[in-house]
């Protein structure tokens, strides 16, 4: 993959390498741990690395680094900080990377924040959860009148023609029922749940 780095306002416009891509997020984003925003910025950057859901990076200057202290190195330049907020302390939840590998050299000067170990994250006045909504994937939610039937085992567990039919980026169709077209008898709670 060509690397193709543009600035405006200092801020990366797009990087592509191999392992990451970089571009900037016009949302104003705001991380709050142990009733203190840790990060405050007009600047984020998306970064997309292999493997991994879309995060936020923010610039240095952007990050309340008095409450950050060095814990440990880990591979391609990165360094890991605990983070100290009153009496609470969450041990490597940032990073940053001060010497990159070449392939991570857009994120030179930014830092991140491990997601699930803050308290709350703010686009704008939004709270939002479990990762930055990518801008490059969708979700719609349609009514349909599609004609929808479940069954199981032979037993028709549901039927309906309202469903509604999300539909989203990179996977196939997922239905949702009424649940009064359900057959709720043949349920039982689950203890599995999703933080999407």
């Not at 891509?21 to 016009?26: A, D, G, I, K």
């Not at 936020?56 to 990165?78: H, I, M």
């Amino acid at each position: 993959m060509k690397e193709a780095v543009k600035s405006v306002n200092g801020t990366p416009k797009v990087s592509l390498t191999p392992s990451v891509r970089v571009e900037p997020s016009h949302r104003w984003v705001r991380v709050k741990f142990n009733d203190e925003f840790v990060a405050d910025s007009r600047r984020a950057i998306y970064v997309w690395a292999a493997g991994h859901m879309v995060t936020y990076y923010f610039p240095e200057e952007d990050v309340r680094t008095d409450l950050l202290r060095a814990s440990r190195q880990g591979s391609n330049g990165k360094q890991y900080y605990d983070l100290t907020v009153g009496d609470e302390t969450a041990p490597a939840v940032a990073w940053d990377y001060p010497s990159p590998t070449p392939d991570l050299e857009p994120l030179r000067g930014y830092i991140t924040l491990k997601w699930n170990k803050m308290d709350h994250w703010y686009e704008e006045e939004e709270e939002i959860f479990v990762h930055p909504r990518d801008p490059h994937h969708r979700v719609d939610t349609i009514p349909s009148s599609r004609h929808i039937r479940v069954e199981i085992d032979g037993v028709t567990v549901a039927e309906t023609r309202r469903p509604y039919l999300l539909f989203e980026t990179g996977l196939p169709v997922r239905y949702y029922i009424p649940q009064e077209d359900i057959r709720m008898e043949l349920l039982e709670p689950s203890r599995a749940h999703t933080l999407c």
